[in-house]
């Protein structure tokens, strides 16, 4: 299966970053937060009620220190510690997901909003890869997107630690969450694994490495520049084919170019 990354290059070639990630082979991983959509993988965790709360006091599995939590509730009411507890919690979870380095490609080659969007009004580039071994997951798009309580964290904190699987595997299911008006971009997804690690603290990009092999082709855009095309090709340190996406009416066609 084919998957295509949309580039778009600035003025200065030898300085541009999309140009130095293509002939250097390396792929930029990004934190959700850096998306162009605002609401792109974005988790809504309500906050539990005092009642949740103490409710999960009372379960016998519950391990670890819970005096702290015991505090969190007065009267049916959340104590001023409580409510600054409940925000740090749900302040680092957001930052733990923050950090999860995921590359975002498309199925798609030829369809004029991606390169409208992502490359630049057709000025840039787009790779086209073929990845052996794992491959990307298919983005889903909904009317809503993810909710995954607050309480689910705090139980899986002080019952299960890290160990939490289903809680992990849904994390990474709402990562792969849009809006239902994206569909038409036939996202997947790439997030690293802990080989590769996560981003560290206030970086929002993160280079990552592939093999040179996976770049089945280049392919440039409607408008792509002599000068881009020119550098690319004498530049590239590896042998690909080169393709040129041309307007054929109303849609995009891709050719081979020589």
Not at 5 to 24: E, Y
Not at 107 to 115: E, G, R
């Amino acid at each position: 299966m084919r998957f295509y990354k949309f580039r778009a290059v600035g003025k200065d070639l030898v300085g541009d970053h999309s140009l130095d990630a293509l002939l250097k082979s390396y792929a930029v991983f990004s934190s959700r937060t850096n998306f162009n959509d605002l609401f792109d993988s974005k988790i809504h965790t309500p906050r539990p009620t005092p009642g949740q709360i103490e409710d999960l006091l009372k379960r016998s599995g519950v391990k670890g220190s819970t005096d702290s939590m015991k505090s969190w509730v007065s009267s049916g009411q959340f104590t001023p510690l409580g409510l600054s507890a409940l925000e740090s919690f749900e302040g680092a979870f957001n930052e733990t997901i923050d950090s999860y380095p995921i590359y975002c490609v498309s199925t798609s080659n030829n369809y004029d909003p991606l390169w409208a969007h992502y490359a630049a009004s057709h000025t840039g580039f787009c790779i086209e890869f073929e990845f052996p071994g794992a491959q990307p997951t298919q983005v889903q798009y909904r009317d809503q997107l993810e909710t995954i309580p607050l309480l689910d964290f705090l139980s899986a904190f002080y019952q299960f630690g890290s160990t939490d699987r289903g809680l992990g595997n849904r994390i990474l299911d709402a990562l792969h969450v849009k809006l239902n008006r994206w569909s038409s971009e036939n996202e997947y997804r790439l997030i690293a694994g802990n080989e590769i690690g996560k981003l560290p603290k206030g970086s929002k990009f993160m280079k990552v490495p592939y093999d040179p092999t996976w770049v089945k082709a280049v392919i440039f855009g409607c408008r792509t520049s002599d000068d881009v095309k020119a550098y690319i090709k004498n530049n590239l340190p590896f042998s690909t084919e080169f393709k040129q996406a041309i307007a054929v009416k109303d849609r995009i066609e891709l050719v081979s170019e020589a």
